[in-house]
């Protein structure tokens, strides 16, 4: 029989033997330590068995093996920890690997030890793989003496932790590490190993700052071809931003595992928890669809903001009463302009407008460019020439706007605002109309909590505008001990400028109405602080 040509792929090519060898290890030497399949062989789902496969079957021109690094991001309950403790025990035993440390790292013990209890709960049920090692559970320690080599807890709240030779890293749920430290650490210890392999495995998370971002910014580059990294392998198990996140279908593409490991009656009953209460929707996106939410808890239910969108007639809004939230952030990056009209029901109509420089557009990376850039296409913000929002032009256009609409006041964040403030009072705006209102709990609570109200009622009413629902998903919140509530700009992913404004427009309404019963037949109202 002639021998099988190997597959290649340029300089690298497929060790069949290898991969057969990895894979078959799981359901020769290993079974399920949980749940109904406990004491059963450990034989790998097809998604599971392909990572397997590649990792341990690509090599190199030198024999060694291909991929250096694995990124995995995979939904809760699709067996993760399962594989996890797999791979940790096959680097131990069978990666011919003299003096081999591996390393199971999470961000505390806690975490960390998790993969570690099921890989010597593995290893107790196979009586020839247990001669070969001691496991200390004191310390979390597996020694393999025939190689001296071991596999051990590591946590980001660990004391000390450099002096590592890593030949084999098992980083779990890498979305939670507190900061870059420990993948730092364990990362530069591989230098001196000949073939070490960190495989990282997580679920997703919110944090845009964080490591396992920046890894899945990496492997998303990987996966498109916009990086050639030969050395790095990407597994991505997640639904698309634009994905239904109630829909089954979504929950199919998400998770391999679905019917086997996670049920569908589980995902049904999570998902009208996270229907009915939004500061569960980003949980169940994060931990069962994979989606990288724009903030840790959810305040605003898009399903109720969607439904307070409709379409409306602005011109049937000329010469009425209104209040404005003014947000100028940076002359570089967003202003808005919200225009908060009460109506008799006790609920507002809202009309945003925004701005942004072309340049702020252009620097953006291509994803979220495409994004503005569609926005802009619909009508839903301006683009200024230049890299700044030029402060006569935009003076000229809030004017202009403003003098269609019976403005009571504008409530403005005096940082920064001081070239534009002067301006519309150049232009005629009377000053008297310009209220200071400070980014202070004092100033957003009420309004905040009464949007939050309108929007669960209906009685928040809004014409559709697609960067302000943007904003609205971007909104993280601050609490404090009092149970008071403002926006939080430093911790929601991208922009909120419109609802600052919003919530500044509703603010000024909502004195209004305490201070006067109801608008004069004139339309004027006062202001009363």
């Not at 960390?112 to 090692?133: E, I, P, T």
């Not at 503005?372 to 004017?399: H, K, M, P, Y």
């Amino acid at each position: 029989m002639p021998k099988k040509t190997p597959k290649r792929d340029g300089e690298f090519w497929f060790d069949d033997a290898a991969a057969d060898r990895a894979a078959s290890f799981f359901p020769d030497c290993l079974t399920h330590v949980k749940g109904s399949k406990a004491g059963k062989p450990l034989v790998l789902h097809e998604a599971h068995a392909k990572i397997v496969r590649d990792l341990f079957g690509w090599k190199r021109a030198d024999g060694t093996r291909r991929y250096r690094k694995a990124y995995i991001e995979i939904p809760r309950k699709n067996a993760k920890s399962t594989l996890a403790a797999g791979i940790a025990i096959y680097l131990l035993l069978c990666d011919a690997e003299p003096g081999a440390e591996i390393y199971s790292a999470a961000r505390d013990r806690e975490q960390a030890g998790l993969v570690y209890q099921m890989a010597s709960q593995m290893l107790r049920k196979n009586d020839m793989l247990a001669k070969h090692v001691t496991i200390r559970d004191s310390t979390k320690r597996i020694l393999h003496k025939k190689s001296n080599s071991f596999y051990r807890v590591i946590s980001a709240d660990a004391q000390g932790a450099h002096g590592f030779n890593a030949s084999g890293i098992i980083f779990d749920e890498v979305h939670t590490q507190p900061t870059r430290d420990l993948w730092d650490t364990l990362d530069t210890s591989t230098g001196a190993r000949r073939q070490p392999l960190t495989f990282a495995i997580t679920t997703a998370g919110h944090d845009r700052s964080s490591i396992c971002w920046e890894l899945h910014q990496y492997a998303t580059a990987v996966l498109s071809g916009a990086i050639s990294d030969p050395s790095f392998y990407p597994v991505l198990f997640a639904a698309d931003p634009e994905d239904d996140w109630r829909s089954e279908d979504t929950w199919r593409k998400a998770n391999p595992l679905l019917g086997e490991a996670v049920s569908l009656d589980y995902l049904r009953e999570q998902c009208k928890r996270a229907e009915e209460n939004p500061a569960f929707e980003n949980t169940f996106r994060q931990l069962h669809l994979n989606q990288w939410t724009e903030q840790a808890k959810r305040i605003v239910s898009m399903i109720q903001w969607d439904k307070c969108g409709h379409e409306i007639d602005i011109t049937q809004y000329y010469g009425r009463p209104c209040f404005a939230g003014l947000d100028l952030s940076s002359t570089r990056d967003v202003t808005a302009l919200a225009l908060v009209f009460p109506e008799d029901d006790g609920g507002v109509t809202v009309f945003p407008w925004f701005w942004i420089p072309e340049e702020a557009v252009s620097q953006r990376a291509g994803q979220d460019q495409r994004m503005i850039r569609a926005f802009a296409a619909r009508g839903d913000v301006e683009t200024t020439s230049g890299n700044e929002v030029d402060v006569q032009e935009l003076s000229e256009r809030i004017t202009e706007i403003c003098q269609q609409f019976d403005v009571q006041a504008i409530g403005f964040d005096p940082w920064n605002a001081t070239g534009v403030t002067q301006k519309l009072k150049e232009l005629g705006m009377p000053e008297s109309l310009l209220v200071k209102m400070p980014q202070s709990f004092s100033t957003y609570n009420e309004p905040f909590k009464r949007l939050l109200s309108m929007l669960g009622s209906g009685k928040f009413r809004h014409d559709g505008n697609q960067v302000l629902r943007w904003m609205a998903a971007n909104l993280s919140h601050k609490e404090d001990s009092s149970g008071n509530i403002r926006p939080d700009k430093g911790k929601s992913a991208e922009k909120i400028d419109g609802i600052c404004a919003t919530l500044m427009g509703l603010a000024l309404a909502t004195q209004h109405a305490v201070g006067v019963s109801a608008y004069s037949s004139t339309g004027s109202g006062v202001i009363l602080f």
